[in-house]
Structure formats: structure tokens, C-alpha cells
């Protein structure tokens, strides 16, 4: 009896929203491959985007929910990474591994405008044998390229880049973490600096921790200068962004939230978010808006909790990233017994910060959205339920985007209740936000 009322009370919250909202679209042809995650953005013209990969291991490239072209190498399995536009062409980067030799190169191609003609790969590694995570960074006419390479112990970060929009690249790749175990890097690229931060651990230290190494030229790199240690846990994700023309990293895992920026003397002033103390971080999500605040979207949960499930919380930093609000949590289910985790964020034009999630009040999980016009102050006193059928189907990991006052959302959809990962399709949905 119980979900049967929750059922309908989703239902009654969808209705009164269906107005705003189209009805959600299946855009996959096959299934996405398990364990690669889906590509969503939007083109310069507006038009939506999904990049994923098939189970049929074709890279398929989707535009305005059409298949407008699918990619495959010989003998490859692939893992996509990246697409971006410049003022020249579409470029794609990926990374096939081939079954054969179990060589792993980082593919460079240049498309046409319309993403149909692809020209032919440029290679990034010299080594062959580039490991996830690949992270690119774009800034103007600089594309920066980072992989985890074990072309050598200890296994450290690799970098490439080109200074022509991709039309060429170095010869030979870059070590940018000499004689550390590196985990993951992110660049932050401004106009006269490049910083790497990454997760890991000089081989003779038995802690790892949080690392920031610069390079004004992207060749020569400074010694690495330790942020934050760990011994119990190490963070899963590092996030940046440029506030005031300084740099911000933030890092989040199984007990919470660190954060560090540079202050007036050029100095790094590591700190903790201290609400986040002892939570079990399960997704991250960092972005500016036009006023120049920052906003930090995640959802957590005390750590070894049971009763009390996660919850999706937003934090306001108004100077630059050196301190944070008290966190506004932004989903309303009446009781905390139900889950809603892994959000992902938005910020339109007009400058509404759009938020959507995974939410269980409904007992299967829908993808639940809520949205601020004041700068993340006040919220929709109701979530609004994406699903067209409430309860009814298994949705995960949302990814959200838009262009000027349109917001799109890619729902990843399990099949059936078994949550089988090979059978997992891919829905779009468009919302439209009175502005």
C-alpha cells in the first residue's frame, strides 16, 4: 500500500510538470557497454550530443537523438574520453586497446563540422601502453592531453599537447610526475601557468595524498608540493577551478571534502570542509557562475550510517574558493530513509542552477531535478520527477547540460529490476525553465 502512494504522489508531482518538459527520448541504438560511462554536451549550434560505447564495441556519436555516425578499430575494444570544438573543427580523443598485443594508444582525429568524417588518427603515446584515467584540458588554441602510464615503475602521468588547435602535437610525450605513484591528474590551465594535481605517493612514502606540480611551459615541471595526506583513506576525485585568477582544487572521498587554493603571497593554504567531516562522499561536481561564485554540488552520508540514507547538499564560496557556506540540502523526500546520491549540475545563461539526481523514494530509482534563481539561496519546495512513468523503471548517474535557456538530461535505464550493467539504455530529456 505504502509504494503504491508514493507511486502516485510521484505521479501527481510529474503531471504538473509535464508543461516544462518533453517527453524523454531513447537515443541509444544498442546497449551502452558496461563499465563506459556516456559522453553528454552540447555543440556551439545548441544541438545535444551522446558519445558512448556500444556492447557491439562501435563508438557511437549522437546528435539531436539521431545515430549520425559510429566508429570502430580493428581489433580494438575502446574507452572514450573527450570531444571539443575550436574554431577549427570537432576533434575527438580515445583510447582503444588492442586484443592482439594489448597495446593502449591515445587516438587524436579531427571531424568535419557535421562530425561525419573523421580524418585520420594522430597517435599521443609513444610508449603504448596508456592507462585510464585520460584526462584533456582546452584552453584557446592549447590542448592538453594526461594519461597514467606504466611504461616504467613507478606508474606516474604522462602529458602531450598541442599549441595549433591539434594539428600537430610533441614528438614526444612529457613526465610530469617523475618518482611518484600516480593514481589520476587534472590540469588547470591559466594564461601563464599549468597545474596537475593529482592523487598519489612518492614510492618510499607510505601515505598518499594530494599533490600540485606547475609548469609554465608545459615541459618542465616543479617539484610536487603535498596538499593533504591520508593513511585510513585516500580521495577518489579532484576537481578545479579558476577563481579571481587563482587556482582551486577540491578532493572528496570515503570521509569527506578538502579543499586548497593560493593565497596573496602565492602560497598554498590547504583546509577541510568541516560539515563534510567523516562523510562518505559519492559524487562531486565544482562550477562558477557568471558572479563569480562557486558552487560545489555533492551528496553524502555519514560514514558506517544505515538508517540515515544520502542526501544531495550544495555549498556557496563568494571569495574565491577560500570559504564555504553551511550546505543547503536540495532534495525534499519528507523522511531520510531513502536515498539521493550521485547529482550532477548546471548552470544556464541566466545564471538557474539546475540539479538533478538519483532518488529511491519511490523505491526504484528516478531521476529527480530541482532548480535556484537566486544563486542557490532558495530552491523548489517540490523535486520535480523526470521519469514519464513514475517508480516504473531503474534510472542511474544523471548527466546534465543546456544551451542558453534549454537544459538537457541523459538518464542512463537498467532494463529490468536484476540492474543487469550490459543492458542499459540511454534517454534524453529536454526541460524547459521559465527564466
Known amino acids: ?31 551502452n557497454k558496461a563499465a563506459e560511462p556516456p559522453l553528454f554536451l552540447v555543440d556551439p549550434g545548441g544541438n545535444p550530443l551522446v558519445l558512448h560505447y556500444g556492447n557491439d564495441d562501435f563508438l557511437y556519436i549522437i546528435k539531436n537523438k539521431e545515430v549520425i555516425q559510429k566508429l570502430k578499430k580493428d581489433g580494438a575494444t575502446g574507452s572514450f574520453v573527450w570531444l571539443g570544438f575550436s574554431e577549427e573543427k570537432p576533434a575527438l580523443i580515445w583510447r582503444p586497446e588492442f586484443s592482439d598485443t594489448g597495446n593502449k594508444f591515445i587516438y587524436f582525429q ?4 557535421n562530425l561525419q568524417i573523421f580524418e585520420k588518427e594522430i597517435v599521443l603515446n609513444t ?23 606504466e611504461r616504467k615503475p613507478p606508474v606516474n602521468i604522462f602529458m ?34 599549468i597545474y596537475c ?22 615541459v618542465q615541471w616543479s617539484e610536487p608540493v ?61 562550477m562558477q557562475s557568471k558572479s563569480g561564485d562557486i558552487y560545489l554540488l555533492t551528496s553524502y552520508r555519514k560514514v558506517e550510517e544505515t538508517t540515515i540514507k544520502p542526501s544531495v547538499y550544495i555549498f556557496t564560496s563568494q571569495d574565491g574558493g577560500r570559504t564555504w557556506s553551511e550546505p543547503v540540502r536540495i532534495n525534499h523526500n519528507e523522511y531520510n530513509n531513502t536515498s539521493a546520491q550521485v547529482p550532477a549540475m548546471h548552470i544556464t545563461e541566466n545564471g538557474t ?42 534510472d542511474y548517474y544523471p548527466y546534465v547540460t543546456g544551451y542558453k535557456d534549454r537544459v538537457y538530461v541523459l538518464i542512463p535505464r537498467y532494463q529490468s529490476d536484476s540492474l543487469n550493467v550490459d543492458e542499459i539504455d540511454l534517454y534524453l530529456k529536454e526541460v524547459k525553465i521559465d527564466e
Request: charged share 25%.
Open 127 to 149: 610508449a603504448k601502453d596508456a592507462l585510464l584515467p585520460v584526462t584533456v584540458t582546452q584552453k584557446d588554441d592549447k590542448i592538453y592531453v594526461t594519461w597514467v602510464d
Open 226 to 286: 603535498q596538499l593533504a595526506s591520508y593513511d585510513e583513506w585516500v580521495p577518489a576525485a579532484i576537481k578545479t577551478v579558476l577563481a579571481q585568477d587563482k587556482a582551486v582544487a577540491l578532493w572528496a572521498g570515503a570521509r569527506g571534502i578538502g579543499y586548497a587554493y593560493l593565497d596573496s603571497d602565492g602560497k598554498w593554504q590547504p583546509r577541510f570542509i568541516e560539515q563534510t567531516q567523516d562523510m562518505d562522499i559519492n559524487r562531486i561536481e565544482v
Open 160 to 193: 602531450n599537447y598541442s599549441t595549433d588547435y591539434g594539428r600537430t602535437f610533441r614528438d614526444e610525450d612529457i613526465p610530469v610526475t617523475p618518482g611518484y605513484i600516480s593514481a589520476s591528474g587534472t590540469l588547470l590551465v591559466t594564461d601563464t601557468m
Open 353 to 394: 542552477i539546475v540539479v538533478v539526481w538519483q532518488d529511491f523514494r519511490l523505491i526504484r530509482g528516478n531521476i529527480l531535478m530541482n532548480y535556484s534563481k537566486d544563486g542557490g539561496k532558495t530552491w523548489l519546495s517540490e523535486d520535480i520527477n523526470l521519469n514519464d512513468e513514475p517508480g516504473k523503471h531503474n
Open 197 to 218: 594535481f593529482f592523487i598519489g605517493r612518492k614510492s618510499e612514502d607510505k601515505n598518499a595524498g594530494v599533490h600540485v606540480t606547475t609548469s609554465s611551459d608545459g
Open 110 to 113: 579531427k571531424a568535419d563540422e
Open 1 to 31: 500500500m505504502l509504494k503504491k502512494i508514493l507511486v502516485m504522489i510521484g505521479i501527481i508531482v510529474a503531471c504538473a510538470i509535464q508543461a516544462m518538459a518533453s517527453a524523454e527520448v531513447k537515443v541509444n541504438a544498442v546497449y
